[in-house]
């Protein structure tokens, strides 16, 4: 067990900084190995510091340490200054005027392979700072309420690093013996550390540009390795509807002249927002309709908006600290998701992000590692990037534009953003604007930053023939969590609307109101509470309830199969429509489940099937959602909705619900699915990804009927198809089924494809996330493969990740061979690339969920993790908190 390195930060014991940084002027003699850094910090004392203390503490980690110079006197001695393992202390510093500090070090980016600070990604130099990676550049206040300016000077040699970049403007620029060339950036905006980058490298270039509304013109450059240079068309655009887009819904302009962006191979996340220099992964930038498939396309102008956005919400307005980070990440994930809704289908986008809140977020809620969307402690903050954080902390905001409405919650984010421009603040800041610009009251609303777990909100209705009234009875509960044994009750706004039986709008009258709309938002703010509708039909209208998924809720409502397919045919609601076809599928497979349980012979409810049915042979204008209402909840969402998991009759059931679909509606399958079968090289336009999307997912069913004809469709399609979307929807039909030719299929694709690496993850993911028997052996020789690397994550997650994650019916084998595949892959990680390893253990945090036997073998791999030598602060914070 280690000891070292294990201090728990607490949010009660926030204080000022106790310096400032004014200015900040770095210089890097670049190497792969022995990177020099200068850096010259203008500093005085903070006057808003309660401490006297006379001394001054920096962050630094894995330095060298050459010199340090104050006030340009003799260089300190020995005597003045102290080191540890993670910080420098100088004894004294004055304490009534600026002073100016100098510091050398050298660092060696080579030996980076946690891929924090400054690390090499093939031949290329960059950085990534958030949190607290810029302590492993140089010593430096590195906290988010420390802004500076910085001046940037890069020296290096010009054939192996021509492209220099960091942040801002480039102001000069020069040559220097011993073919070196030097640059300067200038970034004229304050900024915290978290946010510097440079990059440098042989890099090309697409360029672009962009006109703000008030008329400046700004240059958009996307830096790739050569190769590449051919997959940047889809990110220019992506950035430029980003740009367009934050004008016309939030009123924000770009405030630099020069926004680049650098994809690069090796990335612990998605993307960084550094400030006119974000750091992308290739999977977020590269795209061509041959090599990245329609999901893909989506998922790049996400994130190409989401870093985008963060110019406004993260980097002009910060963080006071790292407790405060869903301020940035809630907000700009809201941001983002409203903007792929804008320019794909909001209705297809509400249910996906969802799907993906209902299954990974409310997990990791009602788990051992389960925090609220502000947390009050952490050991490791990079454990602290999390579903919460980011997705329950977007619904949190979407909740408060429900509550206060598109025109109020525009007014709230124009004070905000007026009233804290430059600043570093906190979650209460941007509710206390949006209060102040409503005349509103989210006094108990703040509650959801507070309080963890999901919340529970049962319904019942009465409704009463003689005075034509419907009464719902609401109540909220909210399960105990880690540290939070007692719940308040939350404002829960509820959207809800009434159908008539013959499927047409109920309007709904509240009491104590005189005015009847079709949908009405129930603020829900006690533990129970009842509101009454008047003026009703003759006969009991029928409830859609929780519409959009207005609130981070799970819905507790008895309903009966019929009524679900009612509301499946007739609700105007594109979210609660879907969700009905899901909970119908939902009993259908539960009760599937208790029957693989108890050896009973399995038989889909004709209910189901007919309802199906129904909505296959009905013509739809969006295709997209016409495929999501075909799409059974997956297996790690049945699981979720389970309190023990039984992996394997999860798969049995759900399988056998799709095997009985694709046999009883064979022919309609095969009719939809040649319809929608054009030769297509892949644009990126709706109408195109809809017919794509349908044509695959019955491909998907169709599949499962080991038929010869339906093998030859996949193999033709997987042999030629024109756009990855098609080609790799045909390799997962083959290599999820019995398929004949299943390895032959896979050697191709990788012939084809080897050179470019983003395409061969989805093979090695497609492989690891397979249901046929011989997976896990798969899994095993693919990680001697010559193309699997442990250093690079994109690889790690898509195969490591994959088995773990997406394949439970293997990682969670009886025999517990999946579990210790994982705990070797941890604890191998755990020295390489902490950040990587620690998310790799979350497979494991869930143990509780299963039963005893999987428990112990659950644990005992966790244990062993625990006490692995050397185990990273990061690793051990999950694992040892998922064992309390
Ligand atoms: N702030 C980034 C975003 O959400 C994500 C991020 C945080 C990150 N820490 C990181 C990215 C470390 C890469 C590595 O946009
Ligand atoms: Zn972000």
């Known amino acids: 067990m280690r000891d070292a390195n294990l201090h728990t930060i607490y949010l009660k014991d926030y204080t000022a900084p106790e310096y400032l940084i004014h200015n900040v002027a770095l210089n890097f003699v670049l190497d792969e190995e ?3 850094v200068t850096s010259r910090l203008t500093m005085s004392r903070n006057p808003a510091s309660q401490s006297r203390d006379q001394s001054l503490t920096l962050a630094g980690e894995n330095l060298i340490l050459i010199r340090i110079n104050l006030n340009d006197g003799n260089d300190l001695t020995e005597e003045q200054y102290q080191l540890t393992h993670d910080s420098l202390i100088i004894n004294e510093v004055p304490q009534q005027q600026n002073f100016i500090l100098i510091i ?7 030996a980076n392979t946690a891929l924090e600070g400054l690390y090499l990604s093939n031949s290329m130099l960059c950085t990534q700072c958030e949190a607290e990676g810029f302590r492993k550049i140089t010593y430096f206040l590195d906290r988010p309420d420390v802004m500076a300016k910085f001046t940037t000077t890069l020296v290096a040699d010009k054939n192996r690093y021509p492209v220099l970049l960091s942040n801002g403007n480039k102001v000069d620029r020069g040559e220097l013996p011993g073919n070196l060339h030097w640059v300067t950036w200038e970034d004229p905006f304050n900024k915290p550390c978290y946010l510097f980058a440079l990059v440098a490298g042989r890099l090309e270039c697409l360029e672009d540009s962009f006109t703000t509304l008030s008329g400046r013109r700004i240059s958009l450059q996307i830096f790739v390795e050569k190769q590449d240079i051919d997959k940047c068309g889809h990110a220019m655009q992506s950035l430029k509807n980003a740009m367009r887009w934050d004008e016309k819904v939030y009123g924000r302009e770009y405030d630099l002249d020069l926004y680049m962006i650098v994809a690069v191979s090796h990335f612990n996340m998605g993307a960084m927002e550094n400030k006119g220099l974000n750091v992308f992964n290739t999977k977020f930038v590269l795209a061509r309709p041959d090599t990245a498939t329609d999901s893909d396309y989506e998922h790049i102008e996400g994130v190409i908006g989401h870093e985008y956005f963060h110019n ?16 940035k990440e809630g907000f700009t994930v809201f941001r983002d998701q409203e903007f792929t809704g804008d320019r794909t289908s909001k209705a297809v986008k509400r249910i996906e992000d969802v799907n993906m809140l209902r299954t990974r977020q409310f997990a990791e809620d009602a788990g051992p590692l389960a925090h609220p969307v502000r947390p009050e402690s952490y050991i490791e903050i990079n454990n602290f990037y999390t579903l919460t954080v980011y997705e329950k902390g977007a619904e949190v905001v979407r909740m408060i534009h429900t509550l206060l409405g598109a025109e109020g919650f525009r007014k709230g984010s124009d004070l905000y953003f007026e ?5 570093a603040v906190t979650c209460d800041d941007f509710i206390k604007a949006m209060e102040d610009a409503n005349a509103a009251d989210l006094k108990q609303f703040r509650r959801w930053y507070s309080q963890a777990g999901t919340p529970v909100v049962s319904v019942q209705q009465h409704y009463d023939q003689a005075t034509k009234t419907l009464a719902l009875t609401l109540r909220q509960s909210c399960p105990p969590t880690p540290g939070q044994a007692v719940k308040e009750p939350l404002h829960i706004p509820v959207r809800i609307g009434l159908l008539n039986s013959d499927g047409s709008i109920a309007s709904c009258l509240m009491q104590g109101t005189n005015q009847a709309t079709e949908e009405v938002i129930l603020p829900l703010t006690q533990s129970e509470q009842s509101f009454t509708f008047e003026n009703l039909p003759a006969s009991k209208p029928i409830l859609s309830i929780l519409r959009g998924f207005s609130a981070p809720v799970k819905l507790v409502l008895e309903r009966s199969l019929e009524e679900l397919a009612f509301l499946l045919s007739y609700d105007r609601d594109t979210f609660n429509r879907w969700e009905a076809g899901q909970q119908l599928a939902g009993q259908i497979i539960s009760g599937l489940i208790a029957d693989v349980q108890q050896g009973r012979e399995l038989q889909v409810n004709p209910v189901f099937i007919k309802a199906f049915k129904q909505v296959l042979e009905q013509a739809w204008d969006d295709l997209s959602y016409f495929s999501l209402l075909l799409s059974l909840p997956s297996e790690t969402y049945l699981a979720e909705q389970m309190q023990f998991i039984d992996v394997e ?9 799709a095997l009985t679909l694709a046999e009883q509606l064979q022919a309609q399958f095969k009719t939809l699915y040649l319809a929608n079968n054009r030769e297509e090289s892949g644009q990126f336009d709706a109408g195109a990804i809809g017919r794509r999307r349908i044509k695959n997912t019955c491909l998907g069913y169709l599949g499962k009927l080991e038929n010869k004809e339906i093998q030859e469709w996949a193999t033709t399609a997987q042999n030629t198809a024109k756009n990855m979307t098609d080609q790799i929807a045909a390799l997962a039909v083959i290599v999820n089924n019995p398929h004949p030719a299943r390895q032959s299929c896979l050697d ?8 470019e690496a983003l395409v061969i993850d989805k093979w090695f ?3 690891a996330s397979s249901p046929m028997p011989d997976t896990f052996a798969k899994v095993l020789s693919l990680m001697k493969h010559p193309a699997f690397d442990l250093k690079n994550p994109n690889r790690v997650r898509a195969l490591i990740g994959a088995f773990s994650q997406a394949n439970p019916l293997h990682f969670h084998a009886a025999n517990g061979q999946g579990y210790q595949f994982l705990a070797d892959q941890i604890i191998a ?3 390489l690339n902490p950040q990587v390893a620690s998310r790799m253990v979350n497979a494991l945090t869930s143990w509780r969920r299963y039963d005893k036997a999987r428990q112990e073998l659950m644990t005992a791999q966790l244990k062993r993790i625990i006490s692995t030598e050397a185990i990273s602060g990061d690793v051990y914070e999950v694992a040892s908190k998922s064992l309390l």
């Open 34 to 36: 022995k990177t020099r």
């Open 104 to 110: 050398e070090n050298l660092i060696n980016p080579k």
């Open 312 to 327: 406004w919400t993260g980097n002009r307005i910060t963080c006071r600290d790292w407790f405060q980070l869903s301020l």
């Open 419 to 423: 009233r804290h421009d430059g600043q």
């Open 649 to 657: 009759a999860i798969h049995k059931a759900r399988e056998c619900v």
């Open 748 to 755: 191709n694709f990788y012939r084809q494809w080897q050179a």
């Open 765 to 767: 993911a497609l492989q």
């Open 829 to 831: 990680l755990n020295s």
